[in-house]
């Protein structure tokens, strides 16, 4: 259970800091773009660490205040669970 919870946040993180780089990319070149609900939905599968790492390379979504609030947030809360359940 603990290397496995680690494993799958340690994926959607890797998943969700990408989706954050490909949409600056799409932003900056005009194309079609991710829905902040469908990155939203990363981070909530506990991906938020790594969006939120996203948002800071990339400078991506560092102007709406929802993602400057919920995504740091998210972020510590699956870092709290991860310790947690190694902790136990």
């Not at 469908?38 to 993602?67: E, N």
């Not at 995504?71 to 669970?81: G, H, I, R």
């Amino acid at each position: 259970m603990k290397m496995m919870m680690t494993v799958i946040t340690a994926v959607m993180s890797l998943i969700a800091f990408g989706m954050m780089g490909i949409d600056k990319h799409r932003a900056k070149a005009g194309k079609w773009r991710i829905r902040e609900r469908t990155l939203f939905i990363a981070a909530l599968c506990l991906g938020a660490i790594g969006g939120t790492a996203g948002m800071r390379v990339f400078h991506h979504k560092t102007k709406h205040w929802y993602f400057k609030v919920f995504f740091p947030l998210l972020a510590v809360l699956q870092a709290v669970l991860v310790i947690w359940i190694w902790v136990k």
